[in-house]
């Protein structure tokens, strides 16, 4: 018998972390608390190493709680073992089915040992990325967070202003009501301005370094030759993936044979575009625009393509907006159009070569 060692990691926020450590055979053989230092997580190694023949390797399962789990991944892949982080859904599962049969303070890190032993075959070890993924993984969340605090200001600014007017409105409207504080609603004006200005100023900085990161990590910039995705939709994309057929075609299909509305078809466009973008990724290929016969078109034919023949008719989208018309019966359909194939006419495709509109 193989002998393993399954380590579920409950990891706490303000609090120590609970571990499991699980045999093979799912008996537990050693329970502690653990901080996230060397010497803590020395001791959870040593006591779940304890009576495993030598070069035994743990399995580490833990969820992505804030930023917890990164000490943890990077202590033990360090250390040589396999890390695993599960999606809170699946461990979400497995917890209401063990807490019917099991009550322990324990039961998040013993469900999260026991996926291991559960469903094995849905878990994929964590792959910890390079300095160079690491920095425009940094620089990309940054940009995020400083884009949105960004936003925010504006939507304050606009509503403070709705309340102003222009200013002979104002005074017309508002007289001496001395509900209106004109002087204290200018100075809050002034203050979200200036700090506007300081999120903006601060986005640049870490936008030139993101630049600067996403040139070291995709340095033939297949990424950014994927439509849709551009100067700023590359290296976010590329910092989500990590290691790594037309969208008109596909949107017109959706919505004028399968009956779907406009969000409906959007969805299924996104999911062909995330599609193909692995694959140029992990190919390493730059995108090339090509019709259905494999001949590469250039954005300008592209676009007459689509308006021939991939323009969704006004009366069509007229009837997918209103839901007392229902959707359009979808008609049997045999050989190629099973799968979904648009008809023998010029189109977008995906890519310049065939093999990549399938993930390899």
Known sequence: MTIRRLVGIDLGIASAHTVRVLDESGQTIAKRKAVPTVESLTEVEVAALAGAPDGTRLEVVIEPTGPAWLPIAVFFS?????????SSAKASDLRRFLSRHTKTNGIDADTLARI??????????????DVD????????????RLTQTASRHKVRIKDLVRQLLPMTASLELYGSNPSVAFSDLAAEVATEVRLLRAVQNELAVHASER???YRKVDPAGPARSLPGLAHVGGPNVIAIMGDPTQLARIYHVQMVERGK????????????????TWVVMRRQTPYVICDTNNRSVTPAEATAIIAEHFTVPAEVRARRRSKKMGKAPQAARTGRHERGDPPQKPSFSSTRHQVNRRPA
Do not use: I, K, T
């Open 133 to 144: 993924h690491a920095m425009l993984d940094r620089r990309v969340r940054a940009c995020d």
């Open 78 to 86: 360090n250390r040589g073992h396999v890390v695993h982080r599960v």
């Open 116 to 129: 291991l032993l559960f469903d094995p075959s849905g878990l994929q070890p964590l792959v910890l990325p």
């Open 261 to 276: 509305d406009h969000l409906g078809a959007l969805c299924v466009v996104a999911a062909n575009l995330a599609e193909r």
């Open 211 to 213: 630049e600067a990161a």
